[in-house]
T-cell receptor
Framework: AQSVTQPDIHITVSEGASLELRCNYSYGATPYLFWYVQSPGQGLQLLLKYFSGDTLVQGIKGFEAEFKRSQSSFNLRKPSVHWSDAAEYFCAVRAPMEYGNKLVFGAGTILRVKS | SAVISQKPSRDICQRGTSLTIQCQVDSQVTMMFWYRQQPGQSLTLIATANQGSEATYESGFVIDKFPISRPNLTFSTLTVSNMSPEDSSIYLC???????????FGPGTRLTVL
């Protein structure tokens, strides 16, 4: 079964600084990969996804993620963080073509932005 | 995308009672799911709601505790039965239009059990 590890529970960055959130997955082949953001009191919003093809994926709100098969990683990046990016970020994985379309989520990383 | 609403948005309930949460989508979807997010935790899939048949439950979740209905392609309910304080969580509905597509999430229902 697939699993997801987000090693950083909390990250604090200054506004305007760059950001990288780490995500490692465990799966025998290349899974489908997702990053979601959850703002306080809100549901989850999809930032970006990777199914196949170009390993650098562009998402909404200026985020991007890079799939690295050799490292089983799918790290999320943003070159310049805004205060409104403060939220919790979840990496998720799904086995391609698996019946049920089930997502397995990482534990999440809480991003704090200091001014 | 999909516009998903959940009712209630939050509730405070007494131990031993039951609460039914509704999930309504603005258009037909293929699959509907229910997740639980316990305080400070990540999301855990409870079950897949199947239209016209019994839901498919994940390990650790049973129908007697979390009965689910899905009478059509835009609506589902999750009941949390015989509640205890350990059931205090956010319950989220999600949908997907096809097996290859992304999942869209509702705003969640924040449940507190006293």
């Amino acid at each position: 079964a697939q699993s997801v590890t987000q090693p950083d529970i909390h990250i604090t960055v200054s506004e305007g600084a760059s950001l990288e959130l780490r995500c490692n997955y465990s799966y025998g082949a290349t899974p489908y990969l997702f990053w979601y953001v959850q703002s306080p009191g809100q549901g989850l919003q999809l930032l970006l996804k990777y199914f196949s093809g170009d390993t650098l994926v562009q998402g909404i709100k200026g985020f991007e993620a890079e799939f690295k098969r050799s490292q089983s990683s799918f790290n999320l990046r943003k070159p310049s963080v805004h205060w409104s990016d403060a939220a919790e970020y979840f990496c998720a994985v799904r086995a391609p073509m698996e019946y049920g379309n089930k997502l397995v989520f990482g534990a999440g990383t809480i991003l704090r932005v200091k001014s | 995308s999909a516009v998903i609403s959940q009712k209630p948005s939050r509730d405070i309930c007494q131990r031993g009672t039951s609460l039914t949460i509704q999930c309504q989508v603005d258009s037909q979807v293929t699959m509907m799911f229910w997740y639980r997010q316990q305080p400070g935790q990540s999301l855990t899939l409870i079950a897949t709601a199947n239209q016209g048949s019994e839901a498919t439950y994940e390990s650790g979740f049973v129908i007697d505790k979390f009965p689910i209905s899905r009478p059509n392609l835009t609506f589902s309910t999750l009941t949390v039965s015989n509640m205890s304080p350990e059931d205090s969580s956010i319950y989220l509905c999600s949908v997907t239009r096809d097996r290859e597509g992304e999942q869209f999430f509702g705003p969640g229902t924040r449940l507190t059990v006293l």
